[in-house]
């Protein structure tokens, strides 16, 4: 955990977008829980997460598969080299607002001279007709725009899960061999709500 007022003018840029948000106090944690399964060469995020108070959380789960003990090495060229060979399998992120996407939306309201409905509605929209046109037109990247677009218009918990087709993860060498966004989306199966 992590506590600490926010000065009155800040000179750090972090500090200055939560001053401008009407926080006067960071108030936080950050968990890491992680297990390195030898056997079967995978690592299991079982938590990363950030939580702030009045803000919301962020929690990361999954599976990373091709992680041998040289990921682990004290030298650092070996873990690095051992480390690119790691896979995706699964992925779970769970986004959950307590606050912090209120208060952008109505900063911007603020900044524009707008009403902060007509902003959300723009958010929305923007994330509908936007992530597609980013991420291509698969079933998987409707699915996350939909859930994210619901996510803005109602703003409470978002849980997107991404696990890769392939059996034995995604990789860096998937990655550079078809490098756009949708070739990407394409090697893996996505679901997405919003609540």
């Known amino acids: 955990n992590l506590t600490f007022p926010i000065p009155a003018n800040p000179e750090d840029d972090s500090l200055k977008q939560l001053a ?91 900044r524009q001279k707008r009403n902060g409905e007509d902003i959300r509605r723009e958010y929305g929209m923007a994330a509908a007709v936007g992530i597609p046109a980013i991420l291509g037109n698969s079933q998987g990247a409707k699915t996350l725009a939909q859930a994210v677009a619901r996510f803005v218009a109602k ?15 995604y990789g860096l060498a998937d990655f550079t061999a078809g490098s756009d966004p949708a070739s990407v989306i394409e090697a893996l199966e996505i679901t997405a709500v919003a609540e």
């Open 20 to 110: 401008e948000l009407g926080y006067e106090r960071v108030d936080g944690s950050l968990t890491t829980h992680l297990g390195w399964n030898e056997a079967g060469q995978e690592l299991v995020i079982r938590e990363i997460s950030v939580d702030g108070a009045g803000m919301g959380s962020a929690v990361l789960r999954g599976i990373v598969g091709n992680v041998t003990r040289d990921v682990f090495s004290p030298d650092s060229a070996v873990a690095t080299v051992a480390a690119v060979a790691a896979t995706g399998k699964a992925l779970e992120l769970t986004l959950e607002n307590r606050g912090l996407f209120e208060r952008v939306i109505a900063r911007e309201a603020r």
């Open 155 to 169: 703003p409470g918990r978002l849980i997107v899960r991404a696990r890769a087709k392939a059996a034995g993860g």
